[in-house]
């Protein structure tokens, strides 16, 4: 057993010397078996809610409707979910109805593939109904039970297979595959949120052309938002080499850049994919940026503008496209060595510009202070309050602002 679970062990003791089943469920034992990090433990139970909270002093009810109570022990926090069947699954997406049953079988019945499908008890001993760990040996995503079925009761989970595909770097099994082909559409019952979630991981895998491909020979991507029109782009993303990317912006930016939307059209797109306002903006100045290194001409304004985070995340997709590696570095060397890095760093401000030179309060100021901050960034002058303070004089007679 994995370091990891050691703490877990006594929780998972403790409730079956209360007469109850507890295991280790899901992604945790999957990652385990395959030798992969695990981010976090989930546990499974027979025990009720209100059986679990009379076994342990100390829980959160962090989803109690759903079966799963925040168990608190020695200053960590274990989810446990009372074993469930689901029922109903009128609009495609989420259970009419949940219910607690006793019997694990029950439970893992209802899970989506066979590889999530592994149960594990606190002494590692494995549970394996269906035979998930031989699909985890031929490193397949198949469907538990009929595929067809199970993409009825819960779109989603045609997103998670072409997610796992690239995370884990698994083939889909055909006749899941095949599930997938013929009811794509219904993904669009699916919350844009969850989807967004999925993609995102997706991009953010180990094999990204993997579920992309999936995604594109099932026709999964028609039923994402803003992507119909873009296979091509998705083929040449598909066609990528030099993965993996690293952060969450440059998982979109990559997928923009690919599909060829530009700075203008990203917010739209992005906002689509009910994105946050702050990447929308990330990502609006990593197309800016990507766009004056594809017509070569980075000028040390364009990457003031980007600023640090945005061109990491610009880099690397820079990197995916095949672009000259001595180029890349000589952006972040540029970068280095620009003479501020933020506007207020700049060495005077409006107050000191009234206070000693000829200038009288108005709109002109505003642009001097532009005029400055671009021509200390271009190295023009120097960061120095004496060096600025001449420099504006000079503006200033000049007239030419
Ligand atoms: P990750 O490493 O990304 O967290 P995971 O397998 O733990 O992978 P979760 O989304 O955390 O994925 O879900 C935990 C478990 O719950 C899964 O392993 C699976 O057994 C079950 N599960 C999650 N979502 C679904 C779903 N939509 N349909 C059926 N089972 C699901
Ligand atoms: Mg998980």
Redesign the pocket.
Known sequence: LPAIFEPARPVLQQIENAGYEAYF????V??TILGDHI??I?IATSAYPSEIKQIFKRTVDTGIEHGTVMILDHGEGYETTTFRTESGYQDFRRPDKVTFVRSLSEDLK????TI??LAMKENGQVIDLFDGLSDLKKRLIKAVGDPEA?FH??A??MM?AVR?AS?LDFAIDPATVTGIQDNASLLEKIAVERTQVEME?LLLGQNPPRGLKAMINTGLYQYCPDLSDHEAGLQRLAQCTHWPLTTNKAAWGALLFAIGISAKQSSRFLRDWKLSNDLISAERAILIFLKCAVDQKVTAWDLFECGQNNLDAASEIALLFDFDQGEVKSWHDQYQQLAIHDRHELAINGGQLLKNTSLTPGPKMGKILDRLLRDVVAGKVANSAPALLKYSEQLINQGDL
């Open positions: 469920v899901g992604g945790c999957r990652d981010h976090d989930d209802r899970r989506d593939f999530n499908a199970r009761e819960d989603l989970r998670r796992f995370k991981k």
